[in-house]
């Protein structure tokens, strides 16, 4: 997904529907969140079945691009030809074709720029003027379509929408037939960090060059399908793209002194580089460490000889192809640098390269193609087998994905060096960019229609491939109280993940990290990493270079596990709910046959020191044996590398029984010394959960009991559970490992005192070192609190 901060349209409008509000019993208090989705979801049929996979008559459309392009980097124009031979599989003929003209979303009289609202911002600002004459911003920009012919050169009809463009056939295309069409189009390119585009170019005022991201950038077949018919909604910068799989063939002539990164392989690359190049290129094919095949010295010689205008017009033709993938990009630049490994995956070899100016050496050079490598791997195991030779990350300040490429963020400082969060934020979005060569790139969802079947799976893996790169990793999205920010937000702020695209408002949560959240606590909490992994596997294959939609997912993740979940797409996807479970009250009995009176209990106990917080997901990594990539290589430490031990922290608690009762009946005299507790839960948030619950005994240790959240089918407010156990209990606590994104833990437990806040703690040592102390110790007194 692309992720620039400026952005010339972002959409606002809110629009979404809840399936939890189609009730079956709507005045009572169950009944409703386990109600099947029935006929909420679409009828099944010989094209897509009741079990999530394709019909035994499933069928899509294929589109075969042969593209000659130029990148003239004086006038930043690009100029391109094509050729589309366009496959009609469908069992009905076609009167015309819809093609994707995605430069048109910067046209200046196309209405995606005018639909968002703006205000007046105070103290206006220059700045702030100039950011409302549109229409003269864009003056310029757009597809220019020059020709439309067929393959014979006759010309076509045509109408251009926006960002569409139907071409009208001179006769039906019928089924199981194909057509051939061409062409010839150019666009003023944008200056993508100004204007906020996917595409474009980046100007270096310090050298004189510029950094070309090629993408949407040629016309593009829409997706034309069983569910759907012509995928042609516009393009407005936010719903990203619907696509056909097909091969292409692509010739792209740049200046001389650039290096081309693309989509394919590359099938001429002993005419295009110099002979230590080559040499260094087949070294790298057998290599399991980067080696640098363009040298940073050639890139400043590179970027020396234009600024002082020694360097030749003369031009170089680029030749790659790439069979069954649903899109095309590429990146030109005298500034780059390339590295490039190979790997094994699977049993495949795929070469893991880098591209990037001098301004990322420091971080690209050690990292990059490494968390490549790493990143095919781990989604590999977790989805399929990773099927392209080559994979590819591009540092363009910026984060977008196309098959076997992606553009990436992630420079220095002038120095070389650089903040933690800086490499950090690099190695996420190489993992996401590089990740969604599985979503949607292979496992070809509706971008355009549902967001999260593609950015919402891909942060999951994503998730995943963090903790198995390094466990220390500072994950911002899987982790389920990380979610609780936005759950707990008002309801006029949200939206079902069941939404369309263009009508989210709390884009990243709503799209990337609830989905991510939901599918994590689906393997961990719900299901369990056995079941979920075979059940998203079977999705994966099953769907892999085919177009799945949300049902698709749904029932096979059900038809695959034998887990009834209704109620967890109901409840995660289509409403807006959140977790927030509360202990209401403890019931304790002691069995103590013929006793009168309670059992005493020792007041003056000190709790044990508590566990250091750990993800649930490293917990269970490190019980499988997965160790991560920065214990494995350790050259993948830094300085920023440390370790924390854990918090040296003692709470003093008294043990209240004051509800503690005898029951003194010697027909109990098997149970003599254990204990019931009987415990009452609500449900405040509305959203059903597992009740996970920690009892911490007064001896220091503590277990975990697991209640499946079928527990709420009769009762969906309220429930009370009784556990038997054989150890006086000190203490309970909800959801310990933080795993269900409950969004209130203060009524999570019971007699359990909360930890002093940070400030407190800073006060109590801000008084010590004063002196201020009244013959109490002020830490003592902050953990009192």
Known sequence: MHRTFASVVSILLIGSYSAQNIQNNPQSNHGNKFEQLGTILPTPNEYRTASGAPGAKYWQQRADYDIDVTLDEKNLICIGTETITYYNNAPEALNYLWLQLDENQHDPNNEVNYFDENKVAEPVTLQGLKAVETKKNLEGLGDKIDEVTDEFGKKLKYTINGSMMRIDLPKPLASKSKVKFKIRWHYKMINRIEYGGRGGYEYFPEDGNHLFTMSQWYPRMCVYSDFHGWQNKQFTGRGEFALAFGNFIVRMTVPADHLVCSTGECQNYQQVLSPAQFQRWQKAQTATEPIEIGLLEDAKNAEKNASTGSASKATKTWIFKADSVRDFAWGSSRKFIWDAMAVMCEGKRVMCMSFYGKEAYGLYRKYSTKVVAHTIKTYSKYSIPYPYPVAQSVEAASGMEYPMICFNFGRTEKDGTYAEGTKNGMILVIIHEVGHNFFPMIINSDERQWSWMDEGLNTFIQYLTEREFDSKYPSQRGPAYKMT?????????????????????????????????????????????????????????????????????????EDASAVDLDWFWRGWFYDIDPVDISVDTVKAYTFNAGAKTPVKIDTNYTFPKPREFEYITDIRNRETGIVSLVDKDTTLRDFYYHYKGPTEVTKEAKNRYENLESIPDSSFKNYSGKFLYEIKFSNKGGLVSPLIIQFNYVDG?????????????????????????????????????????????????????????????????????????????????????
């Open 485 to 557: 920010d936005y759950m707990r937000l008002p309801k006029n702020q949200l939206e079902p993940i069941m939404t369309n695209s263009e009508n989210i408002i709390q884009f990243g949560s709503n799209a990337y990290g609830k989905p991510a959240t939901a599918l994590n606590i689906l393997r961990e909490t719900v299901m369990g990493r056995e079941l979920f992994d075979f059940a998203f596997k079977q999705y994966c294959n099953r769907w892999a270079f085919k177009h799945p939609e949300p049902a698709d997912f749904f029932r096979t993740m």
């Open 701 to 785: 240790t503590s277990d975990i009991e697991r209640i499946s959240a079928y527990i709420w089918r009769k009762n969906e407010k309220e429930v009370t559970k009784t556990f038997l156990k054989d150890k006086k209990v000190y203490s309970i606590q909800l959801d310990p490992y933080r795993e269900t994104a409950d969004i209130n833990e203060k009524n999570n437990t019971w007699n359990m005192k909360a930890e002093p806040g940070k400030f407190e703690m800073f006060k109590a040592k801000s008084a010590a070192a004063r002196g201020q102390s009244t013959g109490e110790n002020p830490m003592q007194k902050a953990k009192k609190k």
